[in-house]
């Protein structure tokens, strides 16, 4: 058996490009799964280990998955029932380009307070460039590419300090997961 792994999903966010077309993360698992071949955001048995980036709302963590499947923003009366529901608070990401080490701890410790397994699974985001001075928008000066290192560091020792921590690669997860 072949299981291809992925990380593109970003629970609780929605993606619109310049055309209008765009992909609905809401309602997509916080932990990995293997997805549906109808709704990439429900569990199924398609032979691709989804490991969605840990992105999450504070206040549609609780909301259960088949009402975030019903929420489509494109509509006015579901962006306004969006807006009542969430009290217009940000979607969180475990990103050192966005948060600090403070940040990126609450991020964390929202995920352990939320998740119900016995096994948490994290997925930090950011691109390979923004450690390059100058590939990257994040990272136009040293002072920048250094504070993105800075974060990780901080970040890293935290988890270590606070938590039983085991890092992995992609394929690791995979055969983690099965």
Not at 34 to 46: A, Q
Not at 71 to 79: A, G, V
Not at 125 to 139: C, D, I, L, Q, V
Request: with cysteine.
């Amino acid at each position: 058996m072949c299981i291809r792994d992925s990380s593109s999903v970003t629970p609780d966010i929605m993606w619109k490009n310049a055309n209008g077309n765009s992909a609905n993360f809401h309602g997509a698992p916080y932990q990995p799964y293997f997805p549906s071949w109808k709704d990439f955001r429900k569990y199924g048995d398609l032979k691709i280990l989804e490991v969605p980036v840990s992105t999450i709302n504070p206040k549609l963590v609780s909301v259960p998955l088949w009402v975030k499947h019903r929420i489509n923003l494109k509509t006015r009366y579901h962006h306004i029932f969006y807006n009542i529901l969430t009290n217009q608070a940000k979607t969180l990401w475990l990103r050192p380009t966005y948060s600090d080490v403070n940040a990126m701890k609450y991020v964390t410790e929202l995920f352990i307070r939320n998740t119900r397994a016995d096994k948490l699974f994290l997925c930090m985001m950011f691109h390979s460039n923004e450690f390059t001075m100058g590939a990257s928008p994040y990272s136009l000066n040293l002072e920048s590419v250094d504070l993105l290192q800075d974060r990780l560091d901080g970040f890293f020792k935290v988890m270590q300090d606070s938590y039983n921590i085991k890092y992995m690669g992609l394929a690791d997860m995979a055969r983690e997961i099965r």
